[in-house]
């Protein structure tokens, strides 16, 4: 089963539910009201499947290099500093990945080490030194 086939059941049941909510009884509600409990659980499950999945991938994958690592890198030089939840909102990633990605970067010395104050990491190269590294092939 695909994310986007899940994700499309889940918004008809939703819609489903807006519509049938304003015709009926207290009872009804209840029912209904569990039934989005039940969504969210799903949804919250679909999320951890998603990243053991991932987690798995990577083992599979020990030594291969993220595909977003170079867009990753060229993106945390332009907003001059990189954390993973940064990473994890902006490219829409699983915490598992963006760490991951972050943990890439640090090993490749594109970044420093991660402040123990919840600050970004710092920048350690500029987008001329991103390119030579790409170059070489550090990337992929």
């Known amino acids: 089963m695909d994310k986007s086939y899940v994700l499309s059941v889940i918004f008809f049941f ?6 049938i909510s304003y015709t009926i009884n207290e009872s009804e509600k209840k029912l209904l009201n569990e039934i989005e409990k039940l969504r969210r659980e799903v949804q919250d499950d679909f999320k ?6 991932y987690t798995l ?3 599979i994958d020990c030594g291969k ?7 990753v890198a060229q993106w945390a030089i332009s907003v001059n500093g990189l954390s993973t939840s940064a990473v994890q909102r902006h ?3 699983s915490y598992i990945r963006a760490k991951k990605i972050v943990e890439q970067l640090y090993s490749l010395g594109v970044i420093g080490p991660t402040p123990a104050n919840l600050k970004p990491c710092a920048i350690l190269i ?10 070489s092939g550090k990337f992929g």
């Open 91 to 93: 490219f829409n990633v």
């Open 126 to 135: 500029d987008k001329d030194e991103l390119l030579n590294l790409e170059r």
């Open 57 to 59: 991938q990577s083992i």
């Open 48 to 53: 951890s499947i998603e990243n053991d999945l």
């Open 65 to 71: 290099k993220d595909e977003l690592l170079f867009k």
């Open 14 to 19: 939703l819609i489903l539910l807006i519509v």
